[in-house]
């Protein structure tokens, strides 16, 4: 859209320059939408792993270009960085959009948008803390990797030194399990599936007892009071059920609504899920693509299926898009209880599940009681009852009267089984340092 050409051709990027991967492994990226190989991209592997981790080592060494460089500079090359990421924005969103099927302007104005803020955010951070400023070794996930190359490019047009950001696009078994056991990376901060995420915290525990911060996956409640603006209530509770077709970890996937406005909730939900334009994710009106994968789209309808046989009302959709791929209707179910698969498991998928509930007290023992504790939300007009019911719930973030109001100031990460540690805010700043204490003993004896 910008005219300008990347020439990355699509490799690992190790010390600001691209490599072919030293195996001469590569992996098809395909575009969801329309079922077409986007490219060929180099698949790294341990000695790929391995190089990644020597440059980043060498760009942290004292005396290095990066070490010998103040905080402010620093903030000043993250600053240049996001001033790129907005002069590329729209390229960066077409290949998102390619990529995963997100439509255009949710990665425009949300993805990238979000992007560019945190990097902001960070910057005016770089010269009001202390210590030292790890090095970074990104390992791109395979299902969404077309987005890194022109990025490469902005880092290296930006003026960050060689070592300083390494991406080795790769498979978890081979690549991600080389980061995640590496005697010589100190952190890593993965986010992903609950299953994958407990194997890096056992591989980090068995090689060098690496730090790990773990964003996992979400069974998300939310809490619907017959005192709510009930309207809002169903946008935004739609908002976080189908944003990227489901495909998020902060879906909002398990709706309790009051009693007394349960039937008129749903009939609301299921005539504006029914107006949701499904299309190519690069029309402006489109507000709802494809699923990422084959085994994706495959993972939820056999979800939907158990949904059917264990007694939930399919309210709408449920099915496939007739002759359009990998697309899936927007989907409803009322009458869904806590015990069927579609209300415990993390569906990654358009599925809305619908519960009734009487008391305060009720609901929130039922939303607390997933194995997941990533985001929850309330709408009530009572401010009482939402401060009170956001204390008692078991998640790392609890939104009310909205939902994914997600800010580069606002800590974010889970309880339970949905991970630790935390990204974004003031606190993320832990994460990523180490504190050092230096006792020195002073003589008392004046100099004359």
């Not at 008129?264 to 029914?274: D, H, I």
């Not at 806590?338 to 609901?363: N, S």
């Not at 008692?392 to 974010?412: D, I, K, M, R, S």
Request: aromatic share 8%; glycine share 8%; net charge neutral.
């Amino acid at each position: 859209p910008s005219g300008r050409t990347f020439k990355s051709s699509y490799k690992i990027f190790i010390n600001n320059e691209w490599h072919t991967s030293i195996k001469g492994k590569k992996f098809p990226t395909i575009n969801p939408a329309t079922g077409v190989k986007i490219c060929d991209v180099e698949e790294a592997d341990k000695a790929d792993v391995d190089e990644a981790v020597k440059a980043a080592k060498a760009a942290g060494q004292r005396g290095s270009e990066w070490r010998r460089m103040d905080a402010s500079s620093r903030g000043r090359l993250l600053h240049r960085l996001a001033d790129l990421l907005e002069r590329e924005r729209a390229v960066l969103a077409t290949l998102e959009s390619m990529d995963t099927g997100k439509p255009f302007l949710h990665a425009f104005f949300v993805d990238l948008d979000g992007s560019i803020k945190t990097l902001r955010y960070y910057a005016g951070w770089t010269d009001k803390i202390h210590g030292k400023t790890m090095p970074v070794v990104i390992q791109q996930s395979v299902v969404n990797y077309s987005l890194c190359n022109p990025f490469e490019s902005l880092v290296k047009e930006a003026g960050f030194p060689p070592g300083v950001v390494n991406i080795v696009p790769g498979f978890g078994p081979t690549a991600g399990a080389a980061i995640a056991s590496h005697m010589n990376i100190d952190k890593v901060a993965f986010t992903g599936s609950t299953e994958v995420g407990q194997l890096i915290k056992a591989a980090a525990a068995k090689s060098n007892l690496k730090r790990v911060t773990l964003e996992l996956g979400g069974k998300n409640p939310c809490i619907v009071f017959a005192d709510s603006d009930l309207q809002l209530a169903v946008e935004e509770t739609q908002k976080g059920s189908f944003f990227n077709q489901g495909q998020a970890c902060t879906a909002a996937s398990r709706v309790y609504v009051e009693e007394p406005v349960y039937d008129e909730f749903v009939r609301l939900s299921v005539e504006r899920a029914k107006n949701i334009a499904i299309g190519d994710p690069m029309e402006p009106r489109t507000s709802h693509g494809p699923q990422i994968d084959q085994h994706q789209f495959d993972k939820i309808l056999e979800l939907v299926d158990s949904g059917k046989k264990e007694g939930a009302t399919l309210e709408c959709g449920g099915c496939a898009v007739k002759d359009r791929g990998l697309f899936i209707h927007p989907t409803i179910f009322s009458d869904v209880k806590d015990h069927m698969r579609i209300a415990k498991e993390e569906i990654f998928g358009p599925v809305q599940c619908i519960m009734k509930f009487k008391t305060q007290k009720e609901v929130i023992d039922r939303a607390n009681s997933s194995q997941y504790g990533l985001t929850a939300a309330v709408f009530t007009r009572d401010v009482h009852c939402a401060m009170s019911v956001s204390a008692a719930l078991e998640a790392g973030t609890v939104w009310v009267n909205c939902y994914n109001a997600l800010h580069a100031q606002a800590p974010f990460g889970g309880f339970k089984m949905s991970g630790n540690g935390r990204e974004l805010g003031e606190y993320a700043l832990a994460e990523y340092t180490e504190v050092k204490a230096i006792t020195i003993k002073l003589s008392e004896q004046l100099t004359l």
